[in-house]
């Protein structure tokens, strides 16, 4: 996975998972307990995440300028 702060309230979570994750809804219920509940959460499906040069994962990315 992937979390990605797009703007302020505004979330992408990459998944790399069949084009339909089963438990997507609870995963979602889960993060606006975290990010609060007027937060716009989307998801998108991926084949893969794009590695570092250092060969891990970034899991969380900020996009947001203020």
């Known amino acids: 996975f992937q979390f990605i702060q797009k ?3 505004t979330y992408l979570m990459k998944l790399n998972a069949r ?3 089963d438990k997507e809804a609870e995963l979602k219920e889960d993060l ?3 990010l609060g ?3 716009i ?3 998108e499906y991926v084949n893969e ?3 570092l040069n250092s060969g891990k994962w970034k899991k969380i990315v900020n996009e947001w300028k203020n």
């Open 32 to 34: 606006l307990k975290y």
């Open 7 to 9: 703007n302020q309230g």
């Open 19 to 21: 084009s339909s994750f």
């Open 49 to 51: 995440i794009p590695q």
């Open 41 to 43: 959460i989307s998801f």
């Open 37 to 39: 509940k007027d937060a």
